[in-house]
């Protein structure tokens, strides 16, 4: 992450700090740049950015383009998790998937043909998402994704629409995800036919959402899985826990060790440009968030890791002008 | 880790549970054994099993074989890592060595051939401890471990004692070591000469403790660098933070991340079957820790990661037990 | 290999020899077994053991199980490389494929992913023979397997018949190839589609011979490309000595450079138990087949390297008796 | 390597044809240059290129900078392994260092962690080289480099001279080298101390010689071990053919595919810029060197796989002019 030039704390309320912050960070976006390798998603305007907080009382502060709509990607990952552990229970997905952090690309091969017998590292890498998306409850793609629908539902109140273009061109270009879901295909992991898995996987990524409801979905887990607006239990409290330590551990890709050292709260980003973060209720009475919240933020130049570099660099000032660590 | 059998809630005092529960898992230390690939770790009795939880106020409750010394080895890599952030600085440090969690074994060597410049990925696997014990500030391996003892004594009031025949036994046998010292001399990340480098290192695995002494460093981390006792600051906040975010991403080599995932505190293992834990102020009013508390656990049977057996046992019913979980 | 007990030299003709070896080395296919992750494949009398020998002057020597129908499978990517370079050239084909040794499975991915930009290192290997299948001329699988069975029929004077229950059943759990053609597919190694390419190699593992038949390409290549039967040059010499190297350095899997060193003949196996072998003319006088012979044998029992394990210990006895070695 | 301009056939004697050569490629010794990681190598006129062949009957023939005396570098490592075959047995040897070509780099450490047991893949590369040098006969480096030197005197009849300042530049820079030394220390593969048989290989790495010399090991390997010009078996047949394998299998570096394939006679290279090669007795009368040969080249100017570059374009054009392949 590049260096952050932190202003002199002066008395302001925390949304006139967080559009001053966005207003500040949203010409970084120049040193970074939209994916392309999925050009609908290299289609659009990479100064966007925008950031969405969702307290437990239901007040909600953004900031800028914080209400454009953008697919989730890799943050659906976080999503099938916990779709997979509230169907099958946590058990029976450990079996087929770790949650153990690696050191690989996203997208690695490697240790699958290293470390015998080839079980998928964690389900926020490619190959244990394939993973999870193929023993989602179902007998067919469609069964699998109506039930995962069924959870974003019960989450964001409303049934995600996917984008059907984003979805088409990652489709058609599929070939690392093929070739890791033929390899998990042939050691047994993906229980699922391996088209049926992709398209599951391809779906889920092209669910379209906005900071708001990502900021939820953050809310909920701060919360174990406690919807604190709806007030009631939507994710069983081990599941959502562990869904927050995965963030923590693997959630921002190969950066995912310097965000849990200098930012200090679990989040997972998309190579989209968003990143779902949350803060859990904190011991200290004078953190502007001390009942915990949940973070919602779109910024789509993405930097060398694949995370959204103007929304890192905003989370990053955040968290340490804020103290949100939960260190 | 296997399973753990929780015993019904009762109304119980903290020490009267700590006892039951050493007692209870003090017996599947005949799944583990301890290191024998030194010679004198070897020889300890297998079935001990002792905890030491320190709290701000200076309470301290223990079980079990609390004060019997053993050598830190690995949990050492934290102490080593804060004293070279406190010498040099941060920046300085983290251009020699990276925060992020491999999933390959701590003495692995490959990741510094396939990724280039082959920086090592973080402080807790050897070979970045390697290069943290070789950037020690002192022009020789006597100055470096002056500088670290000193460090040491700052935190636990008292220059530790360094258990000759096991640094003696390690030394002569360090070749995996030395072939990581040699290779990263190679690339220019070791910047004292092997030899003094190993020494350094060696003899800071082998400094004597106690699970009271591990106890309290585990409190000062868990303040943020403050010592609760002796009311100040050793520790600068951002150097304990980063060495909290490594401990929880790194700390229980490639178990860290079940760690994370059901322990969900900081903590940093040894071959010899230390663990030092703590657990930051909480939220929660009805923890029995909520103002945070450092953990010195000791068991020298290992499992097959290398962590105390049933230390982590008994960590992991703790943390459940009572919801120490930071997530 | 396993020991070879030398029987002691008498006077006696090849063929009488060769008789003899095939009955000392049929009963150590206990010791192996034919392949059976292609249940069509398994079916085999796993003792069988057959050789052919063909001399330039048209004599044919035979022994054993020599006219039992079997697949090439790997056998074959010597063929298909030769078609391709016959069709494109061989700098085309040196564009995108190399032809180096490597000590990797034959169905690794590891290289490709961690030697950037991942060209498969040689046609011997599975990744190295999918790219191969991808450049033979022609717009549809058909087209392109056309093009190889009239190379083949150029060699051995029939068009080759497919064994459709043996590509059927590879064709079905082809999980592993289909995972390096997609990756080959998304680093642009790939030039036809994966399900194309997959149709060709499978369709050219399948293809059906005999030991007469590949003894005839053996002996082809022996000459230089020149088929000193129907005396006519028939495939490039350039082409043909680059088969031959390939077939030294890469033929025999992860056994390769122990044939080369204790047998010394350029040979290519099958997991179906074919090995094809040929010795180029020698300058020794007193050799039994000083100029030059192609060889084939079968023998389905495979070893641990997944080449015939009686079939090679006939061929390693052959050339050690009869000094075939070309060092 | 680089295009061959090929000449009209002319009636030319080989001497003459040799000097046009060796003078044609000179020039394109500014495309590559000495090796510099080694201050005493990088001292040399780049532009020096040399050759000398040697016949049975002990005519000799050389053009350019023939009796430059140079450094074998890894050249030795054929003769140590035959030093180690001639006094351990090939089967001792064997047990220790396998005889399979990788892709990997000559100082790669990886394949030793990745396979188990990380038993060296081959004598050529450096892991495989330092075995070797540790299982010579002797107590101590000095009595396990008089052996050495008496198996080079046996050869070349002289006792070889130690290029001090070499040795001691290496000596002082084999980080990389004491790396894999100790690695295989661990593992168990080296049986003397790491300094002892570091000193063994860097002294054999400094011996002295020139493209005569090492042209003389190559006709007596040529001759399967007979020193045609002594008339008399000097390494045991099995042990010369072995070694010749070797060579053509794993002797270019990462070039030694594409050397079988284009050059096709067996040559091991040293980075100091001598390629030692050889042609067997040939079936085809008008070969030139039809009784075989043996080829000393001596280029320092060395190219990215560390092969003498110039000298490696000479010996192209050699073995396609005179068609010296042993395919």
Redesign the interface.
């Known amino acids: 992450m590049k260096e952050l030039i932190i202003e002199p704390k002066e008395e302001k309320d925390p949304v006139s700090q967080l559009r001053d912050w966005v207003e500040h960070y949203r010409p970084f976006s120049a040193n970074g740049q939209s994916a392309n390798y999925i050009p609908a998603l290299g289609k659009v305007n990479d100064s966007q950015l925008g950031i969405c907080i969702l307290e437990p009382d239901g007040t909600m502060i953004h900031a800028g383009d914080w209400n454009v709509p953008f697919t989730l990607q890799s943050i659906s990952k976080v999503i099938s998790f916990i779709a997979a552990c509230m169907s099958r229970g946590i058990p029976y997905v450990l079996d087929r998937v ?7 690309a996203f997208n ?4 699958l ?3 015998k017998p080839g079980k998928p ?2 389900p926020m890498i490619n190959a244990g998402a394939l993973t999870i998306a193929s023993i989602l409850p179902g007998e067919s793609a469609y069964e699998k994704l109506e039930f995962l629908y069924s959870v974003m539902e019960t989450l964001i109140g409303k049934r995600p629409r996917i984008h059907e273009e984003v979805f088409q061109s990652e489709w058609e270009t599929a ?2 995800n ?6 998990l ?2 050691t047994n992991f993906l229980e699922a036919d ?1 088209e049926e898995t992709l398209e599951v996987y391809l779906k889920q990524c092209a669910m379209e959402s906005t900071t708001e409801d990502i900021a939820l979905i953050g809310l909920i887990l701060a919360h174990d899985g406690y919807h604190p607006i709806h007030r009631k239990q939507v994710i069983p409290k081990d599941v959502a ?2 869904a ?3 963030m ?3 959630g921002m890709y ?5 965000y ?3 930012v ?1 709260v ?1 989040a997972k980003s998309g190579v989209s440009g968003g990143i779902m973060a949350l803060v ?5 009475r004078d953190q502007p968030f ?3 919240c949940g973070i919602g933020i779109y910024g789509p130049a993405i930097d060398e890791y694949g995370n959204s570099l103007t929304g890192g660099m905003l989370l990053k000032h955040m968290a340490q002008e804020w103290e949100l ?3």
Do not use: M, W
């Open positions: 770790d949650v153990e952090p690696t050191g690989d690695s091969i490697i240790r043909e290293i470390n590292f964690n070939h690392r093929r070739a890791l879901a033929y390899y295909k042939e391996v826990k562990l927050k330590a995965l923590l551990t693997c190969n950066a995912s060790g310097k849990a050292a200098f200090g679990p859990p209720p904190s011991a200290r001390q009942f915990g660590s939960i260190f």
